[in-house]
């Protein structure tokens, strides 16, 4: 599995790598059961701390796509499916959207909230 970053984004390293993760499960590259590569070894390959790498597979166990198992590394979750890493990515991308609006989080939150009390296709 390929992960690529750009160090000169301003997107944290640690939110490049979840998203490159996030990628792979979403086109089908990585499947439920695979072994992500080990943090430490990845870090080397991208020339980051290791600790950059664990921010980035921290936010993938927290998204429900990868479990974190001590001595056994991250492995994609039975739950991980292509369908949910896509809805992760968009969801991730309204997030980036309106934090460049300066929505603080409760205004997001809410934001959603108002669109799920509509009727679906109704804009």
């Known amino acids: 599995m390929l992960v690529r970053i750009d160090p000169a984004s301003s997107v944290p390293l640690g939110d490049q790598v979840a998203a490159s993760v996030r990628g792979a499960i979403a086109d089908g590259s990585v499947g439920a059961g695979e072994r992500l590569p080990a943090a430490r070894a990845l870090a080397a390959s991208l020339g980051v701390n290791v600790h ?10 927290e998204e429900g796509l990868i479990e974190l198992r001590r001595g056994r590394g991250a492995v994609v979750t039975g739950a991980a499916s292509p369908a949910r890493a896509r809805l992760t990515d968009a969801a991730a991308g309204l997030i980036e959207q309106a934090r460049a609006l300066g929505l603080t989080d409760e205004e ?12 679906l296709g109704t804009g």
């Open 52 to 61: 950059t790498v664990l921010r980035g597979y921290q936010r993938l166990k």
């Open 108 to 119: 997001i939150v809410s934001l959603v909230r108002t669109g799920l009390d509509r009727p």
